[in-house]
């Protein structure tokens, strides 16, 4: 998806009360901006609907409508839950507006000074089991949170938990992808959003979005467990197309032992990332209760 062309002096202009700090980051589907509002230190995010002098934005398999309503859809689901390990709204109001023959979606998010997990991962290799258990337990947090309320995240990866501060419990953010089964559907049937590499093979194999549930979710959160773990992604070897990974998850494979890699994995840890990457939903865990609770007893058991 393309981002916006957006300078710090335009959103200044474009949303009065806004200032901006420093140049924008690259956020994957969004531009973000570190700035203050109202006195108050955010993240406002920047997302690209459509362009007059580029036709239609590249990476963007819906309407101008539906890329409007899964901006309004993710920011209903932050201002509608209140979780410590969902990100949350921040003080600039959702809005469009029109810059430079551009159409843009604002809005904003508390601002988090802790590191992306894959930043962790790329930076340290394998992360510590206890590190590992306590990102995992903030996650399944947000899964349960969500799930409570009947919405499946459907975009879980390392670039989407981030710490709330450097060494602090980690959050889930980005719940563009997220699918509420009370509301209707935004996304074309047949259509892949998201990154498909950390999907689970119940989206995959593209059954219906409100036959999925939150061990979508927890399949993907096993995925992340691996590669935290390991420090590689348990499908992809080095020179890996999406294709052969995609494959992989949809064929059913198990990767390796975690514990053939990193030797201080221990046996417990090992099931349960076992468990959450087993192919047939049935065969994960009943309850995100359920899940919560084993990875607490693990935790206290290392």
């Known amino acids: 998806m393309r981002l916006p062309v957006l300078?710090?002096?335009?959103?200044?202009?474009?949303?009065?009360?806004?200032s901006v700090i420093g140049s924008p980051l690259n956020g994957g589907q969004k531009l973000v901006f570190e700035a203050n509002y109202s006195g108050e230190k955010c993240a406002v995010k920047a997302i690209l609907i459509s362009a007059e002098a580029l036709?239609?934005?590249?990476g963007n398999d819906y309407s101008d409508d539906e890329?409007?309503?899964?901006?309004?859809?993710?920011?209903?689901?932050?201002?509608?839950?209140?979780?410590?390990?969902?990100?949350?709204?921040?003080p600039v109001p959702f809005q469009v507006v029109e810059h430079q023959g551009q159409r843009i979606v604002i809005f904003s998010e508390e601002w988090l000074s802790?590191?992306?997990?894959?930043?962790?991962?790329?930076?340290?290799?394998p992360l510590p089991v206890e590190q590992v258990l306590e990102m995992a337990l903030s996650v399944t947090s947000a899964i349960c949170s969500l799930w409570d309320r009947s919405i499946v995240h459907r975009d879980i990866k390392p670039g989407n938990i981030v710490r709330r501060s450097p060494g602090g419990e980690h959050v889930l953010l980005d719940m563009g992808l997220a699918f509420d089964l009370g509301d209707k559907s935004i996304t074309p049937s047949g259509i892949y959003v998201g990154t498909p590499i950390y999907y689970s093979p119940d989206q995959l194999i593209l059954r219906p979005n409100r036959a999925l549930d939150f061990r979508s979710d927890s399949y993907a959160l096993g995925t992340v467990m691996y590669e935290s773990l390991t420090g590689?992604?348990?499908?992809?070897t080095q020179g890996s197309s999406q294709k052969e990974v995609v494959t992989k998850i949809v064929?059913?494979?198990?990767?390796?032992?975690?514990?053939?890699?990193?030797?201080?994995?221990?046996?417990?840890?090992?099931r349960l990332v076992n468990r959450l990457l087993q192919h047939r939903p049935h065969r994960r865990f009943r309850t995100c209760s359920q899940l919560e609770a084993e990875l607490e007893a693990i935790k206290a058991n290392i």
């Open 114 to 125: 802790g590191r992306a997990l894959n930043e962790e991962i790329a930076d340290q290799g």
């Open 232 to 236: 590689s992604h348990p499908f992809a």
């Open 67 to 90: 890329a409007i309503a899964r901006a309004e859809r993710e920011v209903e689901i932050l201002g509608g839950i209140d979780s410590p390990h969902l990100v949350s709204l921040g």
């Open 7 to 18: 300078e710090p002096s335009d959103l200044e202009s474009l949303v009065p009360g806004v």
């Open 251 to 270: 064929n059913g494979e198990m990767p390796v032992a975690p514990s053939s890699i990193v030797a201080n994995v221990p046996n417990e840890v090992e």
């Open 55 to 58: 036709g239609s934005v590249p």
